[in-house]
């Protein structure tokens, strides 16, 4: 058997119910979607994978803001992120994606037991499975959670842009985007249903607050500041002045992040995919630029219907 997984973990997978997604095959596991290629490493992770109290995870359905947060969340926890020594920034040589290592598109991708006891305290990891699917000791341990996400809307329109432009980019055929939104609407595409993965790691951010830090990309957007002293504070690094909140979210920004030569030219060496595909408008609204209301109003539905009763909305 390939790569030291268990041959069980492939005779699963041709058992288990399967749907093509943007060319791709995907299985569900347990309720959620998942590509072919990232199941062994997630299956391998939520065995093998053992947290300590120091770790931060950042956890996240895809195209919420994670990119943002993988570039903010090591800046608060890298000593040198507040200060004004710019020229040691992390983030002029790094995608943030190699700045939060994920635990089934890195680390567990290749070797299901890697060896992780080297990695410097605070650990800081990411992974877009939803809330189950979790290692029982990151969910057990003191570790922290932060989870990021977004109004369902601009998530699906971000999704499908990435995924067209991936798509496209290799001299393929665009990625007819009603096809995308019947899927996104009935929960299949990787790492969904949206629904059902936000409404895990709400439930559980309201039982435990101080474990999982329950974040939206409209708040960021809204009053960075604000969420930025939330963040550092949960994470147990306040600032001390405004100026340190400044220089964080300036590091951070989409403008500069987006000019960034590494973010412009670089490729990610797990997935392939162009490490500018990350970076697009980062606003808020941008479905009205892109789905109709018809769309507009079906996908509104699915949410009033999945959310209902949970305190959880997004409406704009
Ligand atoms: P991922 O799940 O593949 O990591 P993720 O970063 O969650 O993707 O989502 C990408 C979205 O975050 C993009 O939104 P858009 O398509 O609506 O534009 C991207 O532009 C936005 N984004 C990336 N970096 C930042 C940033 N530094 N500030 C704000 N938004 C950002």
Redesign the pocket.
Known sequence: MESGFPAAVFTLLGELPKETWCGSDLYNLEGFWYASSLLPAIMAARSNFRANDCDVFLT?????????????IPTIMNPVGRTNDDGHDPLLKHH??ELMPSLEVQLFKENPNPDLSDMPCPRLFRT?VPYHMLPETVKNSACKIVY?T?DPK?TF??LW??FNSLVTAVGNDPWPMNEAFESFCRGVHVFGPFHDHVLGYWKESIKRPEKILFLR?ED??KDPKEQLRKLACFLGRPFEKEEEVDKVLWR???E???HLEVNQRGVDPWLGFDYKF??????VG?WKNNITDEMKEKLDRVTATKFEGSGLEFGH
């Open positions: 996240s359905s895809m195209k919420t803001g994670t990119t943002w947060l993988k570039a903010i943030p994606n877009h990021i977004r601009d329109v971000s842009h990435f990309y960021m957007k951070c920004s989409l500069r992040l987006k990350y970076f697009r408008r980062g606003s941008d």
